[in-house]
Structures are given as structure tokens and as C-alpha cells.
């Protein structure tokens, strides 16, 4: 029995020593550094486009405001683009995925949540998710 746990110990130390090599190997990974003022341009400039892309649609009759029109209208494959807000149900947003990947609508994020954009769209009501038409 002694031969054994000597046995075990030496087969402990060598997985020891295997698991320092692969930390060894990997690459150190980088923390996640402040936003730099060209990242925050960045996004300001994407939500920007987003309000420009939602009024414009509006504007053409091509806003489509709520989930079970953008859904019906995903399944039709009469969609562009998909944009939803922070607030929106783990579920619905799945659904929205599944549907995005069938159709090819690109899912936009919008930095803000329903009410905002609700406001945005020039509505008095919240908004969780806005499609804009082909």
C-alpha cells in the first residue's frame, strides 16, 4: 500500500507540473483598459446612425414599432434591420435571434431603454423593438 500512494503522489506532481507548462504557454490576456475618447466617438456616432435610421423610417412609412409585427415581418423576410432596447425580455430577444438568423436582419442594439425609445420614435408610449422595412 505504500508503494501505491507513492505512486499516486508522483502522478499528482506530474499534473502539477503539467497544469504550470499550459498556464506557462498561454498568453497573458490584457484587462479591459478605459475607453479612449476615439471608442466613445465611436459608439456616440453608431447611436447617432441608429437615431438617423429610425427617423428616416419613420418618416417613409418604413418603422414598423413592437415585437409581433417585427417577428411577423421577419418570418415574411420583409425586414432590413432590428433594433431593440437594453430593457427586453431574455426570452423575446432569443426569439428575435432565432428569426434574425433565418432572415438575415441584422440585430442592432440601442443604447438606451424603452422609453427612450419610445421618445425617439415620437411616441408616448414605451417602445421595446422597432423594424425597419427593405
Do not use: H, W
Request: charged share 30%.
Amino acid at each position: 500500500m505504500a508503494r501505491k500512494k507513492a505512486g499516486k503522489g508522483k502522478e499528482a506532481e506530474t499534473k502539477a507540473k503539467a497544469a504550470q507548462e499550459r498556464k506557462a504557454k498561454k498568453p497573458e490576456t490584457k484587462k479591459p483598459a478605459e475607453k479612449s475618447a476615439a471608442a466613445e466617438q465611436k459608439q456616440a456616432r453608431s447611436r447617432r446612425q441608429l437615431v438617423t435610421l429610425i427617423a428616416t423610417g419613420l418618416k417613409g412609412d418604413k418603422a414598423f414599432l413592437g415585437a409581433r409585427q417585427a417577428i411577423k415581418l421577419m418570418k415574411r423576410n420583409a425586414l432590413s434591420e432590428v433594433v431593440y432596447s437594453t430593457n427586453i425580455p431574455e426570452q423575446l430577444l432569443k426569439d428575435l435571434s432565432y428569426y434574425a438568423k433565418l432572415s438575415t436582419v441584422i440585430l442592432t442594439r440601442f443604447d438606451g431603454d424603452s422609453r427612450s425609445l419610445g421618445e425617439l420614435c415620437g411616441r408616448p408610449f414605451n417602445v421595446l423593438v422597432v423594424g425597419i422595412a427593405k
